[in-house]
Nanobody, 122 residues
Framework: QVQLVESGGGWMQAGGSLRLSCTASPRTVAYTMAWFRQAPEKEREFVAAISRIGGSILYADSVKGRCTMSRDNAKNTAYLQMMSLKPEDTAVYYC????????????????WGQGTHVTVSS
């Protein structure tokens, strides 16, 4: 069983930046890691996913160019650096993990964190 704990959310002004962290236990080196987000009254949507070693990353079109996902397997932690924040980035951000290759659909992930709230004001 993998436990994921997100941190780094909060209230931001548009144009700002933030870094979300996802710390896992036990070790996550065997897992693909991803970030999803869910805005009020909307479905959970894919944000980014990173391969086990970190050499390959997928981004949603909505964040491409503004987000950088990375991981530090020695710290069992994945990160999501977001820049040029927009009000439409307001959502609960979830960390997820799975065996096997990266995937875009939430149902393909086996483990989830509780989420961290991000609010971006204009």
């Amino acid at each position: 069983q993998v436990q994921l704990v997100e941190s780094g959310g909060g209230w931001m002004q548009a144009g700002g930046s933030l870094r979300l962290s996802c710390t896992a236990s036990p070790r996550t080196v065997a897992y693909t890691m991803a970030w999803f987000r869910q805005a009020p009254e909307k479905e959970r949507e894919f944000v980014a996913a990173i391969s086990r070693i970190g050499g390959s990353i997928l981004y949603a079109d909505s964040v491409k160019g503004r987000c950088t996902m990375s991981r530090d397997n020695a710290k069992n932690t994945a990160y999501l650096q977001m820049m040029s924040l927009k009000p439409e980035d307001t959502a609960v951000y979830y960390c997820a993990a799975k065996y096997g290759p990266r995937a875009l659909e939430a149902r393909q992930y086996d483990y989830w964190g509780q989420g961290t709230h991000v609010t971006v004001s204009s």
